[in-house]
């Protein structure tokens, strides 16, 4: 089974300079072209369960490795 990580920005809507990153890990097939077809709904739900939080930006990569797309 091969994992992908969905890398998300998020910072506090009251204070938009505390900045900090949250990882999502998705089943990916060997394939970053997954997460990005997953992740527009899954930073959705990610944001409802968040509401003190903004995501400013988010990208896929392999887990230990930072090669983004």
């Known amino acids: 089974m091969n994992m992908v990580d969905l890398i998300l920005t998020v910072c506090l809507v009251a204070n938009p300079g ?4 949250e990882h999502l890990y ?7 072209m997954n997460c ?3 992740a527009p709904s899954e930073i959705a ?11 400013r ?4 990569a392999f ?5 983004d797309i």
């Open 57 to 60: 930006r988010w990208r896929c």
């Open 45 to 55: 739900k990610w944001s409802q369960q968040h509401p003190k939080l903004k995501v």
């Open 26 to 32: 998705f089943e990916s097939n060997g394939q970053l």
């Open 63 to 67: 887990p230990g490795r930072q090669q």
């Open 36 to 38: 990005m077809f997953l």
């Open 18 to 21: 505390a900045c900090r990153e």
